[in-house]
């Protein structure tokens, strides 16, 4: 108000300020109606989302009221609460990414009295949506009103739940409290009841007194509950609003002024009384509330009454009511009727209508809500309590009649809601199970409800699993039903003086193995709240466990079984009951245990209700559940099978709990379980068994989940019933499958479940001890087994009758088998299923291979057999698993394979693998298939293939065949190395050579491929991302150990590696079919940097540890075979995977172990390297010296000293270490020929540390091995010297291939470099595709080899020396080894290579032909052939000489397919001449260049260019564009010249004769020419008369294709041609065209023309006729011209005669549309030869005087006239 109005109105103010007290005085406590808005929340929630701020503020005014509101579908909203129900699908939003907001609401509309319904609201939130007339209407209100909007935290402080209770760490009550709000989800909620809620919610709706009589317009409600009819009866029971006490006990609505039929909003929240009694109702007074204040006017009026009673038969009220009011107060007694009856002399509003309308809902986990549910609780009651008769509804059940009654109550609980059923599924299944353990009397009778009870139970059971689909685990189990096993679930029957299970009693930690095996708790149980945050959510529902009890759960969701603990130890130890380990020990440990394991883990139980104390009864649960369960049938027996899971782990539980609260615990393991129960179980599994048989085909998913059940269930009974039982029981269900796979066609999908099976069953955390490791294997009729064998603990294999058992414990023999359980039906099944002649069980090697594999994985990280003792007595368990993959060895995957031909060195043909006697398992295949343990030896014909010797095998999987390696490095890493020396003494030859050939593979298998690999396997991946909860069980179940196992070496120099590596993914198990590879980043699709990094480390890591363990069996079969006679052949073996290990990717850790047993090796048998295994000795040199050049110190050192050793050890035995030296020379001569990254720099270094160890190698001094090695060192120096210049032509490929030339020439000495030099040079060749020249450098090979084999030996039948290849190319002949300095080839040390043998020749010939025959020279391949066929005529060898004519064939057909040269082009050459100091060597040096056919003068202008440009400067280099000579003085001395020039291949007459084909004008080329017009007066082209021509013919040094792509130019010749020469040359061409034309077959009518028109056409007749005007119009006055002019004149004469004839070839090949063009052509010739006529026929007179007798081949030496010689 403006100031000076304050100031007169002073008094007015005061006055306003007192009644405005009067009236808060007087009508402060009801309310009325003002004003409403509303907001949009999910433009806040968009909004606050996207901006980036911290907070955020949305102010809405009345200025943005048109567009705030965006369309919404779903706007026909009905019924109370239903704001809060709907969402629509279009508005779901994701609230993540929600930040806080603050809201300032500007926007308020008076709230009208009679526009107060639901229906009203609902229309105005419609008109904010469409900016319309509508909302002007409403009076706009100015007020303010901020609300802050932010998320939730996971766990507020200071938390009061929707009943006000304080959740828990609530330490100061002064603090604000957060106050929950409880939920009404839109659907219903599947999550049973866990904490004790019981709430009614109270809406008043509408009141009609339009025809009530008196004055009541102000009307008010006022609700309280009574648990009496007094009016001091009301309960303080409703909650209070803000600011206001907690509990009052009444409630009033607002007043609507001056309306008889008010609506209201209200809603009253009352706490219902745990037990409610029949007076209990509610009462509804309606008041008159007077607002003047007037003489005897009280303030409220009461006009009118009524009432609702809250239980009705027993059962909770509720729902929608309309009920009549009452104007007087109700009677006496008035609590137990409903107002619906009409109580006499009662006065009623309207009649006895309904008039006020109100809902009441309750949330309750006390009222079921459900009559079905409800009857079934009530009888059950009445029978706990006694009392009788029960009174359900409007029935009354007599004690007699309870029977009947409860029978019905219990089959109709199938019809109640699903919902109920749910929220009450704890008290119903408990109630249930009570009634199976305790029978109740009834009437006298004990009455047995067992099977009424087992019924309901597998019913129930069954439509949560139909109807909750959402809410399976990964083995299909519904997790409601796991977390009521898991937590929920105890035996009624414990005894009242039972330990209390509390913190001294059960604690927390009662532990039993259930099929909850995966690393989630149940998904109900989530929360770490003791209340639920949200009920519409059902992943979130709560469960009051400590989060210490959570994460434990979560993390070491595998702690020990506690039912029995002892690992172990001779006998069990029970760990006390209360004593729970500290978290983290149990974490640690549960997380090491779990890391490969796929499945067994035991759960933490935290028992959510106490024991109640009962009478004890006679029945057992797990009794009499198993007995139930064997003896029903049909459709009830169906239904526990399709959820048979539920009944095993009921059964499991209850039988540990059994135990326990009976003090059986310690109790031998045979008197736990009376005999009948026992009976059961066997009948049971029995049953089940042959149902997984007979059904398997049908019902596949429902089979897979009940083989899973059962698997797990024998699991828990291994924990507490006699572990011979249930062995019993496994092999009873063996029996059934084996029995069944008899009849089966195609048996993989059962043996696929039995595996599933077995991994189960396996996956014991007792597994090893299961398996009796420590009782060694004895037969079993052995009386006195030998003391020192029954105590010894390690390898006690000292006795003799050790000895003989040594072959049964690397056999799955009938002892190991009976002694091992276990590990016996793990092996069997893999060896069956990997045995090649299992038919149909392909599919399964992965999954078979991947069991062993998780086995010996969770073995592997377990911390119980972390000692090597221990481990080595686990490894015994496997021994077997060696020879069962040994078997398998040509089905591996061969990861030796490069990219030409295998490299993996089978030492015997696959052929002999499969005749081999004595075979690992022979009677173990057919005794698997049995299931068995006894030997049949009849294998079932349809189950086996038919084995034929030369059968193809089925190779495995690169995965699977590297998981199967890990294996085998895994038992031979940790076994006794005593138990491994004493098998391999008794092996064959054959045997332990096949077992260096599984070493072998296993070096190529585990190479480093180094991060890029990595990097390029990440950029290939793209990998779905799983979400959380599969990943966490991924990291419980450990299927990502996988390759981490064995870098925990106890080699001391490996980093240990926190996680296993993702690469190479392990196989998932069965029931996860759609995840793809683990890996450590899922979210996003790329690794990081980090990860690569970190997976190649691991990568690393596992690659030396691999190789570690390799090194190690090579040493146990060294010091084997050193005893017995069979030694070389296995040596050599060795030396082999020595070798090749060496030659992969090595860590320097291997390296310095590799060399040490590599020096060993030689000092120990030096004869076997220098004598037999000659070619291996090579090998040794060219790897030591490849990691002589390494760039890391230690390898070099270790290198070094091993390459001296070498040549000592050399030198020692024969006093000449020339083999050595030459080896080491070739060496050195290769790596530098093909290693890219080789590094001489370190090279010399080694090399001068060779140099050290001889000049002070006092032993040696005195004799010539210091010089030696001295000379062999300079030797190398040169080799390197050469190598640094090839470095820098690396880029100039002609350059790089002279200068390797000229190192093999420099090599004419030596055959062996010499010959590995050419080998260089090819390689380089075929590296660029020049085939014919690699093929070439074959050949040179070849003929090489030939001269010094006929030194050798004299064989008729193998080539002579080079004279047999000279007709393959002439150059060959430089191969011939006649000079003084050649060595004889029986010197020691030459010709020692591998290709100086026949097999050798034959090999590199055959490579030759290949090479000739990719560079389409058919035609030498035959030549090559010729050299070859006698060779294998001569070795009798028909299968070679079939292939050598095949191709032979194919070579021939081509040849005639290919006739005219078009299709295959050889090459075009050109002549390339250097002019310029900046070239150096190659100054003035003239080429020829054979470049790729159809290689333009432009293209290689431009290469040549381009190149030396970049090596000079692009100024720097020029191109001379023409043909003519050079002359060095006019060219600029700082310049490089390029002449370019295209030349052809030349032939002389006579030899045109001998070169016929095309193939023949393009081989063995040795002379070119080319072609340059010019004039006397300098120009290049002038008039006909004065046009001169210079012919060049070029001859080169070595004939083309030769061994190099450029060959110096050697001889050059010019002719000089006259004019007229030139018009002879130019005649004669146009005459041989158009012969050609004429006389081609198929006749080719367009070219016929086109060479038609240029003779005769209009246009050209010049042409032709020009020249003969110039040159035959007059007789030249030069009489040595004279020949010119006749050769001339004849020319023409020719000339026309071809073309008459090309014009009457014409006239028969044209169509009549060309006739006239036909007549022109005639026209034109007529014209032509007319003009022609005088010119022909003028003979020059001198010519034909005196005719001589003989005349022929005067022409063809006519040109020597004018020939210049240019020598």
């Known amino acids: 108000m403006p100031q000076s109005f304050v100031l007169q109105n002073k008094e007015k103010l005061e006055k306003l300020k007192s009644q405005a007290d009067q009236f808060c005085q007087r009508l402060g406590k009801y309310r009325m109606p003002f004003a409403w808005t509303a907001i949009h929340l999910m433009n806040i929630v968009s909004s606050a989302g996207s901006l980036e701020r911290d907070s955020t503020e949305v102010e809405i005014s009345t200025g943005e009221r048109k567009g705030s509101w965006s369309e919404r579908r779903n706007s026909s909203i009905v019924g109370r609460r239903s704001l809060e129900r709907t969402t629509s699908g279009d508005d779901a939003c994701n609230l993540t990414s929600f930040r806080p907001a603050t809201l300032t609401v500007t926007n308020f509309f008076k709230q009208e009295g009679d526009r107060l319904s639901d229906e009203d609201l609902y229309k105005f939130l419609a008109d904010m949506r469409r900016p319309s007339s509508v909302l002007r209407r409403l009076r706009p209100i100015t007020a303010q009103l901020k609300i802050d909007i932010s998320p939730a935290p996971e766990n507020p402080h200071y938390c009061l739940t929707p009943e006000l209770l304080q959740v828990k760490l609530y330490p100061d009550s002064r603090v604000r409290p957060t106050r929950e709000i409880l939920e009404f989800p839109a659907r219903d909620v599947y999550v049973p009841n866990t904490t004790y809620r019981n709430l009614l919610y109270i809406y008043p709706q509408s009141l009609n007194f339009a025809n009530r009589q008196g004055s009541a317009r102000n009307i008010t409600v006022k609700v309280q509950f009574m648990y009496g009819e007094d009016p001091s009866n009301a309960m303080p029971v409703i909650f209070g609003k803000s600011s206001c006490s907690e509990f009052s006990k009444e409630a009033y609505t607002a007043v609507v002024y001056h309306n008889r039929s008010p609506d209201f ?131 009354r059940i007599m004690e007699n009649n309870l029977e009947n009654e409860l029978k019905s109550s219990i089959s109709a609980l199938n019809s109640s809601q699903l ?152 006998g069990p130890k029970a760990v006390p009951w209360g004593s729970n380990p500290s ?333 081999e006697s004595g075979s690992m398992i022979s009677q173990t295949v057919a005794m698997a298939i049995a299931g068995t343990s006894v030997p049949q030896l009849t294998r079932p014909g349809s189950f086996l293939l038919t084995s034929s010797s030369g059968r193809q095998h089925t190779t495995f999987s690169a995965e699977s065949s590297r998981s199967l390696l890990i294996c085998l490095l895994w038992v031979l890493k940790n076994a006794d190395e005593t138990v491994l020396q004493k098998w391999f003494t008794d092996l064959s030859v054959l045997q332990l050579n096949r077992l260096l050939d599984l070493l072998y593979l296993c070096v190529s298998c585990f190479e480093y491929k180094g991060k890029k690999v990595f990097e390029r396997m990440n950029s290939l991946t793209f990998k779905k991302s799983k979400d959380m909860r599969a990943k966490l069980e991924e990291a419980i179940l450990g299927s990502i150990g996988a390759r981490q196992e064995m870098v925990r070496r106890s080699r001391g120099q490996l980093e240990r590696s926190p996680s296993g590596s993702a690469f190479g993914s392990q196989e998932n198990l069965r029931w996860r079919k759609d995840m793809t590879h683990w890996r450590q980043n899922t979210e996003k699709l790329d690794k990081s940097r980090a990860e690569i990094e970190h997976e190649a480390l691991i990568d690393g890591n596992l690659a030396t540890e691999a190789n570690l363990i390799i090194l190690d069996t090579l040493e146990i079969v060294v010091q084997t075979v050193s005893v017995t006679e069979s030694k070389e052949s296995i040596l050599g073996g060795v030396l082999k995977v020595l070798l090749h290990s060496m030659a992969c990717n090595q860590s320097a850790v291997y390296l310095q172990h590799c060399f040490a047993t590599q020096r060993a090796l030689v000092s120990k048998f030096p004869e076997l390297l220098f004598e037999e295994e000659t070619e291996q000795c090579a090998d040794l040199c060219l790897r030591l010296l490849r990691h002589c050049s390494s760039s890391i110190g230690t390898i070099r050192s270790h290198a070094s000293a091993s390459l001296y050793l070498l040549m000592r050890q050399n030198f020692e035995i024969g006093n000449n270490f020339a083999r050595v030296k030459m080896q080491v020379t070739m060496s050195l001569s290769s790596l530098v020929g093909t290693s890219q990254n080789f590094n001489e720099e370190f090279l010399r270094r080694s090399l001068k540390t060779i140099l050290t160890y001889a000049e002070e190698d006092l032993e040696l001094r005195e004799t010539t091995f210091p010089d030696q090695v001295q000379d062999l060192v300079f030797n190398l120096h040169m080799i390197l010297s050469d190598t640094v210049k090839m470095k820098e ?282 072609c340059t017009p010019f004039t006397l007066d300098g120009r290049a082209h002038g008039d006909l008369h004065e046009q001169f021509k210079r012919k060049t013919i070029l001859t080169t040094s070595h004939a083309f294709p030769y061994i190099k792509t450029r060959v110096n130019v050697t001889h050059k010749e010019e002719i000089i041609l006259t004019p007229i020469e030139v018009a002879i040359e130019d005649m004669q061409k146009k005459t041989q065209e158009l012969a050609f034309a004429t006389h081609q077959d198929p006749a080719d009518p367009k070219m016929l023309q086109m060479v038609l028109q240029g003779s005769v056409g209009t246009t050209v007749n010049q042409g032709p006729l020009e020249v003969a005007q110039v040159f035959l119009s007059e007789i030249p006055s030069d009489p040595k011209l004279f020949r010119h002019h006749n050769k001339l004149r004849l020319c023409f004469k020719d000339f026309t005669k071809r073309c008459e004839d090309a014009l009457r070839k014409n006239k028969s090949l044209i169509g009549p549309d060309q006739k006239e063009y036909q007549r022109e052509l005639e026209r034109n010739y007529h014209r032509l030869k007319e003009a022609l006529q005088p010119l022909i026929n003028r003979k020059i007179p001198q010519l034909y005087k005196a005719v001589l007798p003989v005349t022929c081949h005067r022409d063809s030496f006519s040109r020597m006239s004018l020939r210049k010689m240019d020598l």
């Not at 009705?312 to 104007?327: A, D, H, I, M, Y």
């Not at 006679?618 to 399709?642: I, N, P, T």
Request: proline share 6%.
């Open 265 to 395: 909003h209200e809603e009253i929240k009352v706490k219902l009384p745990a037990t409610l009694t029949d007076h209990h109702h509610l009462l509804f007074t309606f008041y008159h509330v007077s607002c003047q204040q007037k003489q005897n006017t009280p303030l409220e009026t009461p006009v009118g009454y009524t009432w609702i009673p809250m239980l009705q038969n027993g059962r909770l009220k509720t729902g929608q009511f309309c009920l009549p009011v009452s104007l007087e107060k109700p009677p006496q007694a008035y609590s137990v009727l409903s107002p619906e009856v009409p109580l006499p002399g009662m006065k009623w509003v309207d009649n006895h209508k309904g008039v006020f309308n109100v809902e009441v809902v309750a949330v309750s986990s006390i009222h079921t809500q459900d009559p079905y549910l409800d009857k079934f609780f009530a009888l059950v009651n009445a029978l706990d309590e006694h009392m009788f008769p029960v009174r359900i509804g409007d029935m």
């Open 419 to 570: 919902e109920p059923v749910v929220r009450f599924l704890h008290l119903l299944l408990d109630k249930l199970i009570l009634l199976v353990v305790r029978p109740p009397v009834i009437a006298g009778q004990i009455v047995n409800l067992g099977q009424a009870s087992f019924e309901a139970m597998a019913s129930i059971i069954n439509r949560l699993h139909k109807n909750l689909e959402g809410n399976h685990d990964q083995h299909g189990r519904n997790s409601l039903l796991s977390s009521y096993i898991y937590y929920v679930f105890r035996l009624p029957n414990t005894y009242p003086n039972s330990p209390s299970p509390g913190p001294g009693g059960l604690g927390g930690s009662v532990h039993y193995a259930t099929m909850a095996r995966s690393a989630v708790r149940p998904a109900s149980l989530n929360l770490n709240r003791s209340r639920s945050l949200s009920n519409s959510n059902p992943d979130i529902s709560g469960t009051p466990t400590s989060p210490d009890d959570e994460v434990r759960s979560i993390i070491g969701s595998k702690g020990l079984d506690r039912s029995n603990s002892w690992v172990n130890t001779g």
């Open 583 to 915: 978290p983290s020990a149990e974490s640690t440990q549960a997380m090491d245990r779990s890391c490969n394991r796929m499945s067994s883990h035991t759960e933490t139980s935290s028992f959510l209700q106490t024991l109640t104390g009962r009478l004890p009864t006679k029945k057992l649960f797990h009794e009499e559940l198993a007995l139930q369960w064997v003896v029903c049938s049909g459709s009830v027996r169906e239904s526990a099978l399709q959820q048979a899971w539920f009944f095993f782990e009921l059964m499991v539980k209850s039988m540990v709990h059994h135990l326990y609260f009976n003090d059986k615990l310690d109790a031998p393991r045979k008197s736990r379980f009376p005999e009948r129960f026992m009976d059961d179980i066997a009948a049971l599994v029995s049953t089940i068994a042959s149902d997984i048989v007979s059904r398997f085909q049908k019902d596949t998913e429902m089979v897979e989940r009940l083989n899973t059940s059962l698997a797990f269930f024998l699991n828990d009974l291994l924990s507490v019933m006699d572990r011979g039982f249930v062995f019993s029981l496994i092999k009873t269900c063996y029996k059934q499958v084996s029995s069944k796979l008899y009849s089966l066609p195609n048996p993989s999908v059962l043996v696929s479940l039995r595996l599933d099976f077995l991994r189960i069953v396996c996956s014991h955390e007792h597994y090893v001890t299961l398996n009796l490791p420590c009782s060694l294997l004895t037969p079993p009729a052995s009386p006195s087994p030998s003391v020192s064998s029954a105590t010894s603990q390690s390898s006690g294999f000292s006795t003799n009758v050790q000895d003989q058992k040594i072959a049964n414990m690397f056999e799955l023999s009938v002892p190991f088998r009976q002694q091992h359980y276990l590990a016996g039906l793990v092996l069997t099944e893999l060896a069956v299923i990997l045995d090649p002649d299992a038919e149909g069980l392909f599919g399964l090697h992965k999954k078979v291979i991947n069991m062993v594999h998780n086995l010996l994985s969770s073995h592997d990280s377990d911390p119980r057999y972390s000692d090597p003792q221990t481990k080595a007595r686990v490894a015994m368990l496997y021994l077997p698993l060696i020879g069962i993959i040994m078997e398998t060895v040509p089905q591996l995957y061969d990861f030796t394979e490069t990219h030409n031909q295998r490299g993996r060195p089978i030492c015997i043909a696959p052929d002999d693998y499969e005749s």
């Open 1289 to 1570: 032509h690396q880029e100039d490929p002609e350059m790089l291939i002279d200068l390797m030339y000229r190192i093999a020439k420099g090599y004419q000495t030596s055959p062996d470099l010499r010959l590995t030099w050419l080998q260089n040079m090819a390689g380089k060749h075929s590296e660029r595709s020049n085939h014919a020249e690699a093929a070439q450098c074959l050949v040179h090979s070849a003929a090489l080899v030939a001269e010094y084999l006929s030194m050798l030996e004299d064989r008729k039948y193998l080539p002579v020396g080079c004279v047999t290849f000279q007709n393959i190319s002439s150059n060959v002949l430089e191969e011939s080894a006649v000079s003084d300095d050649v060595v004889s080839p029986d010197e020691e040390g030459i010709c020692s290579g591998k290709y100086f043998t026949e097999s050798g020749l034959v090999g590199l010939l055959e490579q030759a032909a290949a090479s000739f025959s990719m560079a389409g020279m058919y035609e030498a391949v035959n030549e090559v052939y010729k050299v070859l066929i006698p060779i294998h005529e001569a070795n009798r060898d028909a299968k070679k000489l079939s292939t050598i004519h095949g191709k032979l064939q194919e070579a021939f057909s081509k040849i005639v397919h290919q006739s005219t040269g078009w299709e295959r082009m050889f090459g075009t050459y050109f002549r390339v001449g250097f002019y310029g100091t900046k070239f150096g060597d190659l100054d003035e040096q003239e080429f020829v260049y054979k470049e790729p056919a159809i290689t333009k003068l432009a293209e290689i202008s431009h290469r040549l260019e381009g190149f030396y440009g970049e090596r000079f400067g692009e100024d720097v280099v020029e191109v001379i564009k023409d043909s003519n000579p050079v002359d060095k003085c006019k060219l600029d001395p700082n310049k490089a010249y390029i002449q370019i020039t295209y030349v052809e291949p030349y032939f002389d007459t006579y030899e045109m004769k001998d070169r016929i084909t095309y193939f023949d004008k393009n081989y063995n080329l040795r002379r070119f020419m080319y």
